[in-house]
């Protein structure tokens, strides 16, 4: 069965500090992999997706970045944090075209930026 | 473009009364409908998606969603609520990528509270 792990599960960084949050996938091969941010517990922003190692899209402009050095691990960056950049991020998966494109998520991270 | 609406922000309901969690959508072309709930501090969690076939829809839980293509709606129902469905609720609808994957629009998400 697939299984989407991702951490820290909580972090507190100081505004300015870099950021790094890993996510990775078992159980399948040549996933879609998304990263959100969802503020104040509601709506979700989708921020990047990859169809494929190194094939990274950006939905909105913003102070982060992602890689996908491996087929099933996905990661989100930043140089500089704000404090605009708090929430919590979640990480998901689906099977490539073909599938009906339903996603799952992994646990998620709370990030606090002070 | 693909969207969604889900015009209630929270619905209240009594335990054991049935639920019923509104979705309305948007789109070119034939839809792929999706429900998930959210649990604090935790990730999504798929519950149930029509693509073709039946109107009906059943999923995890108990749960199960109507589409109605005249009303383009894609409603989310139980028929008895548990205090334990307390939970934020997201309708979604698939989207097709220029690259040939998927991305998910999802609605803003309606809150459930099941009374005991």
């Known amino acids: 069965s697939q299984t989407i792990h991702q951490w820290p599960a909580t972090l507190v960084q100081p505004v300015g500090s870099p950021l790094s949050l890993e996510c990775t996938v078992e159980g399948t091969s040549n996933p879609n992999l998304y990263w959100y941010r969802q503020a104040a517990g509601r709506g979700l922003q989708l921020l990047f997706y990859?169809?494929?190692?190194?094939?990274i899209s950006s939905e909105v402009p913003q102070n982060l970045s992602a890689s996908r050095p491996q087929d099933r691990q996905f990661i989100l960056s930043s140089k500089k944090l704000l404090l605009s950049d708090s929430g919590f991020y979640l990480c998901?998966?689906?099977?490539?075209?073909?599938?009906?494109?339903?996603?799952?998520f992994g646990p998620g991270t709370r990030l606090t930026v002070l | 473009a693909q969207s969604v609406a889900q015009p209630e922000d929270q619905v209240n309901v009594a335990e054991g009364n049935p639920l019923t969690v509104k979705c309305t959508y948007s789109v070119s072309g034939n839809p792929y409908l999706f429900w998930y709930v959210q649990y604090p501090n935790r990730g999504l969690q798929f519950l149930l998606k029509?693509?073709?076939?039946?109107?009906l829809v059943k999923g995890s839980y108990g749960f199960e969603a109507e589409f109605n293509k005249s009303q383009t709606s894609f409603h989310l129902k139980k028929p008895s609520a548990l205090v334990s469905d307390s939970a934020l609720y997201f309708c979604a609808v698939r989207d097709v990528l220029n690259t040939g994957g998927f991305k998910t629009i999802f609605g803003a998400g309606t809150r459930l509270f099941v009374k005991a």
């Open positions: 998901a998966w689906s099977v490539q075209s073909g599938g009906p494109g339903e996603q799952f």
């Open positions: 029509y693509i073709t076939g039946d109107n």
């Open positions: 990859s169809v494929g190692i190194g094939q």
